[in-house]
């Protein structure tokens, strides 16, 4: 669970109560109405996400949007509110740890220094997609020249997402199940796992600098 929940309303914790486990529910959200909306922000932003419709039969553009609305809700936020220098792009040109003419479809920077990378696809074996994190790579760039110790990344297949952590020598661990986000139950877990990015992404950078 995240170490302070996130603040939702009640109309929308009681949808959740019919998709998710109660139990599930009070580890990770608060009512606003009782606690008071500590980040105005977020509590938008993440009731969207929980609650928009899955994108089919849709082009990956149009795929990327709907993705987007949990990205924009947790790192979009916390983008706001970090002292460090975070900023958030897609299909951008990123030299220090990717090959030449090869993009990351989604990347979060903290102070310049790549942390966080996604690749995205309409459809396919979601694990296979996840060998383009490391495919696009330079060799040997994870862990070297000032560079973090790990580096935190996702894969979509359409609506399936898993997170990946790519390690010095190039090799890869999941870090997360193969989540579907057609599943109410796996979007509350999409969020949890981001919240965890922004905090894990944030610690290797402070404990390197």
Known sequence: PPQVKIPIHHSTYGWL????????????????????????K???????????????????????????????????TAQEYLELDAKVDRNANEL???????????????????????????????????????????????????????LLGYATAGSRVLFECIHGDGKMSECSDILNLERVADRVTLIVILLNVVRVACALYNAKY
């Open 42 to 76: 977020l509590t938008p932003r993440v009731e969207t996400a929980l609650q928009v419709k899955v994108a089919t039969d849709v082009t990956e553009g149009m795929q990327q949007c709907f993705l987007d609305t949990f990205l924009l809700g947790v790192i979009g």
């Open 96 to 150: 220090s740890m990717t090959q030449t003419k090869s993009r990351p479809d989604y990347l979060l920077m903290l102070n310049g220094l790549l942390v966080f990378k996604g690749e995205e696809k309409k459809a396919g074996d979601v694990r296979h997609i996840a060998l383009e994190l490391i495919d696009k790579m330079i060799p040997g760039s994870v862990g070297k020249d000032g560079k973090l110790d790990y």
């Open 17 to 40: 109560k019919t998709h998710v486990e109660d139990e599930r529910l009070q580890d990770i959200f608060d009512i606003v109405e009782v606690v008071g909306n500590l980040c105005p």
